[in-house]
């Protein structure tokens, strides 16, 4: 069984009022040395907290957000299925819209296919969690190893063969193989 982590640490969450009412370009730059989110929904095991720099640029009628952030993912070998720390690291490059006018409080006309996860709430909180959520998945590697060698579970009885051999005989096998093997060649 693997443990559900529990980091604590700070949210994706920023704050954006003051820099909506700033000229176009106008910039904040966050260091990002402690932050958490959850993805055991998404089958996935932080053991590290997030960081890196994330950059929020306004635009003409909108905030485009760029930024790096790293942390570790427990996943498991895909020969041994023994839980394997794996450092990951994603880049994010988004565009968020604010849903109110930051100086009137009206609310703002969205595009039709506008993305939920890209939005400024009322509060003018821009939040990045589902973003890096997202970037997460999709980060994992397609192959996960314990350790370059491993030797992976019996196919018969499921033991993890690099804490030794099992007991399986495995000349049945061979042994049915090559009787196959051998009425082909009869063919
Ligand atoms: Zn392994
Ligand atoms: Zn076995």
Not at 15 to 37: D, P
Not at 46 to 73: E, H, I, M, N, Y
Not at 116 to 141: F, G, K, M, N, W
Request: net charge negative; aromatic share 4%.
């Amino acid at each position: 069984m693997t443990q559900s982590h529990r980091l604590a640490g700070d949210l994706l969450q920023f704050n954006v009022s003051q820099l909506l009412k700033e000229r176009t370009e106008a910039s904040r730059k966050y260091n990002i040395e402690n932050a958490v989110i959850t993805v055991d929904d998404l089958g996935l095991v932080l053991t590290a907290p997030l960081r890196g720099t994330v950059r929020l640029v306004k635009a003409a009628g909108d905030v485009l957000v760029t930024g790096t952030l790293s942390t570790t993912l427990q996943l498991p070998c895909t020969r041994c299925l023994e839980p394997v720390e794996v450092p990951v690291t994603v880049e994010i490059e988004e565009t968020f819209i604010p849903i109110t006018d930051v100086a009137t409080g009206m609310h703002l006309s969205l595009p039709e296919d506008v993305d939920d996860t890209t939005l400024i709430d009322e509060a003018h909180i821009l939040d990045l969690t589902e973003v890096v959520r997202q970037e997460l998945y999709v980060s994992q590697p397609n192959q996960v190893l314990c350790r370059e060698d491993c030797l992976g579970l019996c196919p018969r009885c499921g033991q993890n063969l690099n804490f030794g051999a099992c007991t399986c005989d495995v000349s049945e096998v061979d042994s049915r193989w090559s009787a196959l093997l051998a009425l082909k060649d009869n063919w």
